[in-house]
């Protein structure tokens, strides 16, 4: 049986260009909760196409729970309550605000077993083809609803020293530290990704949907890699955030990243 992304993505390449135009739109909050979708004529015109094509882009939203469609009134904008607010971090203290929302939020562990690293992986991680690694997917859940995609790597001869039991209910950072890893510093790269078919039915977006992507590389202090991350998060519910300053004079004058600045979880309901 097809998820509720599968059912909510419109046929047709014109409805499916509204239809993601549009709940971009609303979860931007462009459309703010409570208020009318302009009329279907008036889209149709906007987006320069039928208002069959408007409708078919409506029902997808429709199943999506974003609108509902009132008789003679319209498309009204669907208040998300049950759905927190994205979750902020502070790009210059990313690493312990990501510990801090391990531990506040949940996990399911959706895989866990041990094979050869992926090459990419293995260099990324300073050592040579053949690591035996312990490979896990987990998606993190804040309210019951997933926000994160998590594929990590860690040598098997640290990861021999905790369970899967243990990843399930624990912070990968906290384990690390319990097996004697004292954990030093970390390189980390943010992008962005598309949603494959994996990704998209665990997060519960449509395939093919824009993700924040994030790779770091953990090392100890001799230098030696300890965990790779990959990690794909929904825009809508995370996000990066940093704070800058104005510093400097004359043609020297630029902008400087603020280090050290809070930020916390922002878990105040829309």
């Excluded at 499916?16 to 004529?41: C, K, M, S, W, Y």
């Excluded at 825009?235 to 050290?260: C, K, Q, Y």
Aim: hydrophobic letters at 45%; proline letters at 4%.
């Amino acid at each position: 049986m097809p998820d509720q992304a599968e059912r909510a993505l419109p046929e047709g390449g014109k409805a499916r260009r509204v239809f993601l135009l549009l709940r971009d739109e609303i979860i931007g909050g462009a459309h703010a909760p409570g208020t009318l979708l302009p009329a279907e004529q008036r889209l149709a015109e906007s987006f320069g196409v039928s208002r069959v094509t408007i409708r078919r882009a409506l029902c997808g939203l429709v199943a999506e729970g974003l609108i509902e469609k009132r008789v003679g009134a319209g498309a009204l904008v669907r208040s998300r309550a049950d759905r927190s607010a994205p979750i902020g971090a502070d790009i210059t203290t990313l690493i312990p605000q990501l510990v801090e929302i391990g531990e506040s939020t949940t996990a399911r562990l959706l895989a866990f077993s041990y094979q050869e690293a992926p090459a990419a992986v293995a260099a990324a991680m300073g050592y040579g083809d053949g690591l035996s690694v312990q490979k896990a997917v987990r998606v993190r859940m804040v309210r019951g609803e997933a926000f994160s995609y998590l594929t990590t790597y860690v040598p098997e001869v640290i990861a021999r020293n905790y369970t899967e039991s243990d990843l399930a209910t624990t912070p990968l950072f906290r384990l690390l530290e319990r097996s004697g890893i004292k954990i030093e510093a970390a390189r980390q790269t943010v992008s962005a990704t598309l949603a494959s078919p994996d990704v998209a039915d665990a997060l519960g977006v449509l395939v093919g949907s824009a993700l924040l992507s994030v790779c770091r590389v953990v090392r100890d202090g001799a230098g030696a890699g300890v965990e790779y991350l990959e990690a794909h998060y929904r825009p809508d519910m995370f996000r990066i955030e940093m704070t800058l300053n104005r510093v400097g004079s004359g043609a020297e004058r630029h902008w400087e990243p603020v280090i050290g600045t809070a930020c916390g979880l922002q878990e105040a309901a829309e």
